[in-house]
């Protein structure tokens, strides 16, 4: 069945660092892909998505590109801040059926430090 | 923008309690489902709905059910509430039945503690 599996955190950066979150997965036929961010105390968001090979999502300076050919959906920033600490989840969807579930991985806790 | 609201941001139950978690959505989605969050396993599907009436067992069905009168809402029962159910609990929406809009949209989530 599909999978998706994520870097294990927790994982601390000082401010204005590099960031990169690995995420791969295993799906069988095109999935769209996606990363949520949950901040504390708060349901996940919508960080980011992509729907077909090559393709790039950005959002506030977060980028992911979805790679067919190495399964992955890599989440970077080049220059993280204080704001950025939050879980970061990467998912993808089933195939389309009844509701096209999405499988999501196990998150990543980011902590930026001032 | 898309809205839902869970009836309860922290609830606290007792073991045997029938627990109702309720989510409603504003946008019109068909699809709507139930997730549960533990520390180190991400979010499991509990179960999910496609239309009014319609519901689909997600990974991990067990000791829970659902109900969906109305399109906006969707509720979560859990018959007989054991301490194992502790969990945080997050209401999703989505726009269409089978279709390529496969973005879910999430609820602020309920912390429900069962003593």
């Known amino acids: 069945g599909d999978s998706v599996t994520q870097m294990e955190g927790p994982v601390t950066l000082s401010e204005e660092a590099f960031l990169t979150i690995n995420c791969t997965y295993t799906?069988?036929?095109?999935?769209?892909l996606f990363w949520y961010v949950q901040y504390p105390g708060e349901g996940l968001q919508l960080l980011l998505k992509?729907?077909?090979?090559?393709d790039k999502g950005s959002n506030k300076g977060f980028e992911a590109t979805y790679r067919k050919e190495t399964t992955s959906f890599h989440l970077e920033k080049g220059s993280v801040q204080v704001s950025d600490s939050a879980v970061y989840f990467c998912?993808?969807?089933?195939?389309?059926?009844?509701?096209?579930?999405?499988?999501f991985g196990s998150g990543t806790q980011l902590t930026v430090l001032p | 923008d898309v809205k839902v609201t869970q009836s309860s941001r922290y609830l606290v139950k007792r073991t045997g309690e029938k627990v109702f978690l309720e989510c409603v959505q504003d946008?019109?989605?068909?699809?709507m489902f139930w997730y549960r969050q533990d520390p180190g396993l991400g979010l499991r599907l509990i179960y999910f709905?496609?239309?009014?009436?319609?519901?689909e067992k997600g990974d991990i069905p067990e000791g829970y059910s659902v109900s969906r009168e109305k399109k906006e809402r969707f509720s979560l029962i859990l018959e007989s509430a054991s301490t194992n159910q502790t969990s945080m609990y997050l209401c999703?929406?989505?726009?269409?039945?089978?279709?390529?809009?496969?973005?879910?949209?999430f609820g602020p989530g309920t912390r429900l503690t069962v003593l």
């Open positions: 999703a929406s989505s726009p269409e039945r089978g279709g390529l809009q496969d973005t879910q949209y």
């Open positions: 799906a069988t036929g095109y999935p769209s």
């Open positions: 992509a729907t077909k090979a090559d």
């Open positions: 998912a993808l969807s089933g195939v389309p059926g009844s509701a096209r579930q999405l499988t």
């Open positions: 946008m019109d989605h068909e699809n």
């Open positions: 709905s496609y239309d009014v009436k319609m519901k």
